[in-house]
């Protein structure tokens, strides 16, 4: 007997129609078993469901779901693709009003309209718009994420309402909260996703934080760009705890994921400890997960804390290697010995390992280290391993390449990019096209710039304005 063609549904009963579409959606680009199913329906509507009962009311004509479970199976089936038309969910429910009929007397009551499939089609298409694309197309680059992401996804599917992803600058934080967006978002269960990054400032030679007045952002500022991701519009004359009453209303009749990145002192916490303690206390599907160089254990004891882990000397070969350094474990382990396995420095190594060779830089990296303090705090360890990486790739550019690098960092807000036409804007007096394209493409290939092909922004790592910033800023 041949088989049937899923693609065709015509010729199906209702438990047929709704095992060929089940197959036709799509989750983790597999089509979705009956066991995938069941998990993803248990998180959307917080209640247990087996494979068994997917199968069942697959292949039983006795065991129908209830309006609620067939509506979330719907907004389901809507998100993963699995119907061409809107035609095609009418013939599924038709159906299921005919099996349902002596079953469920409710079933004349399901509501599921074509703006319901509409808008769970457009949360697809929309749902990641708010995440920084070049943390995004980047994410492949990132050694020894997965199985972190992983966990912290299954860890806020449980009633884990808040989530603090703590340590040092480069680390992988904004990297590892933007996968775990992604991994949440797919599941087509959450109705938004959305990112507000923090600027405050840079840190200065001492390691001190300096306001600079158009970067800084604060609560209110944070609290407006919420609501324009999330849709709602909001009075001028609203205050902050208004306007925070409202996000939190939003936040917990909808089922939402909010990210609230790069919070690096004091200051940062103590500004957005309100935020986060008011969606922290709310009981409701919604989570939301902060970036911070700060620890947040004393915040609110319903925020659990990860502290991602510098790279092993086995993951720091693999790393380099994917950025075209091919070195041994022997010479990987020495590396790491020296500086850490931090994910930013590890990048940054690598043009200077292409520059030099690994054995030459091991040497200068020895005589460098000598120089510096072996009782220095944590801190000021970290900012002298970045000061030193960012002289050495500096001293590889000519005079005018480097000036442009300044400018950049000077001009604009590099860590949210900016495009090239607003560029050239900037530059086209001093620099011709080609001498100002060639330099784009130089501080690419040494990553201290990236490109954002989505949005045609040039963007820099926060660490690399900073460092930009201090040395103009901060008085000699």
């Not at 103590?270 to 969606?279: C, D, M, V, Y």
């Not at 000021?380 to 970045?386: G, K, P, S, T, V």
């Amino acid at each position: 007997m041949s088989k049937k063609n899923t693609n065709d549904t015509s010729s199906y009963s209702f438990g047929g129609k709704l095992r060929a579409f089940r197959k036709r959606g799509r989750h983790e680009q597999k089509s979705i078993s009956g066991g995938v199913f069941a998990e993803l329906l248990s998180y959307k509507l917080n209640h247990h469901f087996r494979q068994q009962d997917v199968s069942e009311w697959e292949n039983d004509k006795s065991a129908i779901p209830d309006p609620d479970i067939f509506s979330a199976i719907l907004e389901l089936l809507s998100f993963h693709d699995a119907f061409k038309s809107w035609d095609e969910v009418c013939d599924l429910v038709n159906d299921y009003h005919k099996a349902a009929k002596f079953i469920h007397p409710t079933h004349i009551h399901l509501q599921f309209s074509q703006a319901d499939f509409d808008r769970w089609r457009m949360i697809k298409t929309n749902l990641f718009a708010h995440l920084p694309r070049h943390i995004r197309n980047q994410l492949h680059l990132v050694i020894g994420i997965d199985a972190l992401a992983e966990s912290t996804k299954k860890d806020l599917l449980k009633p884990v309402y808040a989530l603090s992803i703590e340590g040092h600058g480069g680390i992988g934080k904004t990297s590892l909260a933007v996968l775990v967006a992604i991994k949440l978002g797919d599941m087509g269960i959450f109705e938004g996703v959305y990112f507000v990054g923090v600027r405050q400032g840079f840190l200065d030679k001492d390691g001190e934080h300096r306001l600079v007045e158009d970067q800084i952002e604060r609560a209110d500022e944070a609290l407006l760009q919420l609501a324009t991701q999330m849709g709602l519009v909001m009075a001028t004359s609203l205050t902050k705890d208004e306007k925070l009453g409202l996000i939190a209303e939003y936040y917990q009749y909808k089922r939402v994921l909010v990210i609230l990145d790069n919070l690096e002192t004091d200051e940062d916490v103590s500004e957005f400890t309100k935020i986060i303690n008011t969606l922290a206390q709310i009981d409701s599907p919604s989570r939301i997960i902060i970036t911070s160089r700060k620890s947040l254990e004393k915040i609110n004891p319903r925020i659990a804390q990860i502290h991602p882990q510098e790279l092993n000397p086995h993951d720091v070969r693999l790393a380099l290697n994917g950025y075209g350094c091919h070195i041994t474990l022997e010479q990987s382990q020495t590396l790491h010995s020296k500086i850490g396995g931090n994910p930013l420095a590890i990048l940054l190594f690598s043009p200077l390992i292409k520059n030099f060779g690994i054995d030459e830089l091991l040497q200068q990296l020895e005589q460098t280290k000598s120089q510096w303090q072996p009782d220095d705090e944590d801190f000021i360890r970290h900012q002298r391993l970045f000061n030193y990486l960012y002289e050495r790739i500096l001293s590889l550019l000519d005079v005018q390449i480097r000036f442009i690098f300044y400018q950049l960092g000077m001009a604009f807000e590099m860590d949210f990019g900016a495009t090239l036409d607003e560029i050239k804007a900037v530059f086209e007096e001093d620099y011709s096209q080609a001498q100002l394209k060639k330099a784009l493409n130089t501080l690419q290939d040494v990553y201290l710039l990236r490109f954002d092909q989505f949005k045609h922004e040039y963007t820099m790592h926060r660490i690399t304005s900073h460092y930009i910033r201090k040395e103009f800023l901060t008085p000699l």
